[in-house]
Every structure is written in C-alpha cells, then in structure tokens.
C-alpha cells in the first residue's frame, strides 16, 4: 500500500504557509493548541474527509472533550487462521480499518482531522456484543485512558505516561480489573504481561479504548487498545492496530485533555453518536459488518 507520512514540525511548512509567523520568539514555546488552531484552513484542507461514513459533528461527547479517535471498520476478510499467520503479505486477506483523530480547541470551534492512519481490527470484525476471546472490536463510544508503551515518553506525551519496564517483570494489564497492575507476584499476574517478547513492537505505544471499564461486565472482555501494527499484521484479537507514527501522534493529542473513541463498522455510526458510555459499553442495535474496501489511506500526522 502506497504510504505517505506529513509530519509538521517545527518550523516546517505545509501547502507553502510558514507554521510559524517571522519573528515568533521561541518556536519551543508554542503550545500544540496553537498549532492545531481549528480556525485554520490549511490544516482542514489537509485530510480528505469526502469519504467518510460518519459526520463528526454529530458526536454527542461530554463537555470539555478534546479530541475523538474514530475507527471505521470495513470488510471482514481474514478470520482467526488467518490472524494466526501473524504475517501475510496479501492485504486482500487483512481485516482492514481507517484511524482518523479529530482535535477541537479550548473554544469549542469544528472538529479539525488532523491525524489519519490504515489499520487493522479483531479478526472477527467489529462487535455490540462481544466476549472474550471472540476476536472482535468492540463497538461504541468511550472515553481513552492508561496511556502506556514499552517505549520511553517522547516530548508532547501525556504526563501520566507509563513505561513498561521490561527487565522488571512486573507489570500487566489485569484481565480481572482491566486495568494496567504492577505486582512481580506471577502467580497473580493474569492477563497480558506487557513485559513478554510478544509484545515487542505492536506494545511500543498504547492507550486503553475505555472498553467495559474497571471489567464492570465481567467475561466481556478486557486489554481492548490502540495500539501500534507491525508489516504484514492481517487482524487483532480486538484491538485496533495502527501506524506507528500515527499511534505517537494520538497519545500527543490526548495530553491536550479528554480523549474518546468512536468505533463501528462503516457506514453505521447512526447507532454511535449519541451512545457514549461512562462505563464502556456498547449500545444496543443491529450494526452489519461493512462490505466496504478501505479506501487509499495515507498516512497523514498534521503536527
């Protein structure tokens, strides 16, 4: 798949508009809200919203949210022999996704895209009424927490940040709270011990989607993340599985303030706008599994 990756740094130029005006004293000190000023024409030209199945202003989010991650989910292709490859070069047979983040100001202005990335969901699809081990992407509205990566924190990540330690042996996320635990006991370490070879490259950079928080529906499921994709990757087990540069751009905009997510196959986000859930469940209705083919997804990071 042909890739494009635009990052704006600092200093650097888009569509020929300096980034920042002559003279600023200290491009340091500018803050990510300025350069993710929704008033700007340049950056809302620079994502190609016309194909789209949702429209994001009508994302009925708490007051105050920041940014919103959206997860289209498209057709189901591969299921679980075929997640269990782990490497198959055909992207025809791969259980494709579309990342979009959106950021909105301090002022309550449009959502502004400014983060878009291919990826891959659970080798069963998405899902309303998943449990664990179906292999599905949970479907619905939550809010993120627990970001978290085997990888040290890179300037603009969230304060809270947690590096796992590898060589500690201590760190998991718990399948009995969902919740990421520190204990070096291993026989109380159930669940995903973010610290084993197997999470090498697809852990480097996370954050919890706020599925079934705290496990308030217990056999629901749990460990449900964004998280990094490595090549050839065809499904998940249920998470959503991205770009790297795109999953380090996500933690940088959910440092900003309230983050949430919006998953759901293609063209059936009626049933999500209005469907947030503080406990991280997902909303009644019919969702059919999209028979929609990912459209070409450059990878696109607007800052």
């Given at each position: 798949?042909k890739?494009?990756?635009?990052?704006?740094?600092?200093?650097?130029?888009?569509?020929?508009?300096?980034l920042?005006?002559?003279?600023?004293?200290?491009?340091?000190?500018?803050?990510?809200?300025?350069?993710?000023?929704?008033?700007?024409?340049?950056?809302?030209?620079?994502?190609?919203?016309?194909?789209?199945?949702?429209?994001?202003?009508?994302?009925?989010?708490?007051?105050?949210?920041?940014?919103?991650?959206?997860?289209?989910?498209?057709?189901?292709?591969?299921?679980?022999?075929?997640?269990?490859?782990?490497?198959?070069?055909?992207?025809?047979r791969?259980?494709?996704?579309?990342?979009?983040?959106?950021?909105?100001?301090?002022?309550?202005?449009?959502?502004?895209?400014?983060?878009?990335?291919?990826?891959?969901?659970?080798?069963?699809?998405?899902?309303?009424?998943?449990?664990?081990?179906?292999?599905?992407?949970?479907?619905?509205?939550?809010?993120?927490?627990?970001?978290?990566?085997?990888?040290?924190?890179?300037?603009g990540?969230?304060?809270?940040?947690?590096?796992?330690?590898?060589?500690?042996?201590?760190?998991?996320?718990?399948?009995?709270?969902?919740?990421?635990?520190?204990?070096?006991?291993f026989?109380v370490?159930?669940?995903?011990r973010?610290?084993?070879?197997?999470?090498?490259?697809?852990?480097?950079?996370?954050?919890?989607?706020?599925?079934?928080?705290?496990?308030?529906v217990?056999?629901?499921?749990?460990?449900?993340?964004?998280?990094?994709?490595?090549?050839?990757?065809?499904?998940?087990?249920?998470?959503?599985?991205?770009?790297?540069?795109?999953?380090?751009?996500?933690?940088?905009?959910?440092?900003?303030?309230?983050?949430?997510?919006?998953?759901?196959?293609?063209?059936?986000?009626?049933?999500?706008?209005?469907?947030?859930?503080?406990?991280?469940?997902?909303?009644?209705?019919?969702?059919?599994?999209?028979?929609?083919?990912?459209?070409?997804?450059?990878?696109?990071?607007?800052?």
């Open positions: 798949m890739k494009m990756l635009s990052v704006l740094l600092a200093g650097a130029v888009l569509a020929g508009a300096p920042f005006a002559p003279g600023a004293a200290g491009m340091a000190a500018r803050p990510y809200e300025t350069l993710l000023n929704p008033a700007s024409e340049v950056l809302a030209a620079s994502i190609d919203q016309s194909t789209l199945t949702y429209d994001v202003s009508r994302f009925q989010l708490p007051e105050g949210a920041r940014s919103l991650v959206v997860v289209e989910g498209f057709a189901v292709n591969g299921g679980r022999d075929t997640y269990r490859e782990g490497y198959v070069s055909d992207p025809g791969w259980n494709r996704a579309r990342v979009t983040a959106f950021y909105r100001d301090s002022d309550g202005s449009a959502w502004i895209p400014v983060v878009q990335s291919a990826a891959v969901m659970g080798w069963s699809g998405m899902s309303n009424a998943r449990h664990s081990g179906d292999g599905s992407t949970p479907i619905g509205l939550f809010k993120m927490d627990t970001p978290f990566g085997r990888r040290p924190a890179e300037s990540f969230p304060e809270n940040y947690q590096e796992i330690m590898i060589a500690d042996h201590n760190q998991y996320w718990s399948d009995e709270t969902n919740c990421l635990e520190v204990n070096g006991d026989s370490q159930s669940g995903e973010l610290y084993e070879d197997w999470a090498k490259g697809i852990y480097s950079y996370c954050l919890n989607s706020g599925y079934n928080k705290n496990n308030a217990p056999g629901s499921g749990s460990a449900l993340f964004l998280h990094c994709t490595k090549e050839g990757k065809p499904s998940t087990a249920g998470c959503v599985a991205m770009e790297e540069e795109a999953m380090k751009a996500i933690l940088r905009l959910y440092a900003l303030g309230p983050a949430y997510v919006a998953q759901a196959p293609a063209g059936t986000f009626e049933g999500i706008y209005g469907a947030y859930s503080e406990t991280g469940q997902s909303p009644a209705g019919e969702f059919p599994a999209s028979s929609l083919s990912l459209p070409e997804t450059p990878l696109t990071v607007l800052y």
